[in-house]
């Protein structure tokens, strides 16, 4: 049984930075793709970014394109979203979600998730 687990979220100020991560237990996940959702009071959940197994490959929202970056450490069975230039906009639970194929921009075909960790930015 695979478990999620993020870490990192907090308050920061608008044009900050801050890192989330996600340890992963139960199993490796050397070999599985993960990415990041996010989800604001009152909206659905929205894809936010993605890599594949061996991070050759990432793929960003539009709305983060340039500001986060996602990057993850095999060997820590750890993933993580270092997120800069944080805007109002961003505020909301991060999730990290794994795949042992492909991260899709739709999360309902998603089903290993983790509990989410709140990062709000203040204006």
């Known amino acids: 049984q695979v478990q999620l687990v993020e870490s990192g979220g907090g308050l920061v100020q608008a044009g900050g930075s801050l890192r989330v991560s996600c340890a992963a237990s139960?199993?490796?996940?050397?070999?599985?793709?993960m990415g990041w959702f996010r989800q604001a009071p009152g909206k659905e959940r929205e894809f936010v970014a993605s890599?594949?197994?061996?991070?050759?490959?990432?793929d960003y929202s539009d709305s983060v394109k340039g500001r986060f970056t996602i990057s993850r450490d095999n060997a820590k069975n750890t993933m993580y979203l270092e997120m800069n230039n944080l805007n109002p906009e961003d505020t909301a639970v991060y999730y990290c979600?794994?795949?042992?194929?492909?991260?899709?921009?739709?999360?309902?075909?998603?089903?290993?998730w983790g509990q989410g960790t709140l990062v709000t930015v203040s204006s």
């Open positions: 979600t794994a795949d042992p194929f492909i991260i899709s921009s739709d999360y309902s075909l998603l089903e290993i």
């Open positions: 139960g199993r490796t996940l050397s070999t599985y793709a």
């Open positions: 890599i594949n197994w061996s991070a050759t490959t990432t």
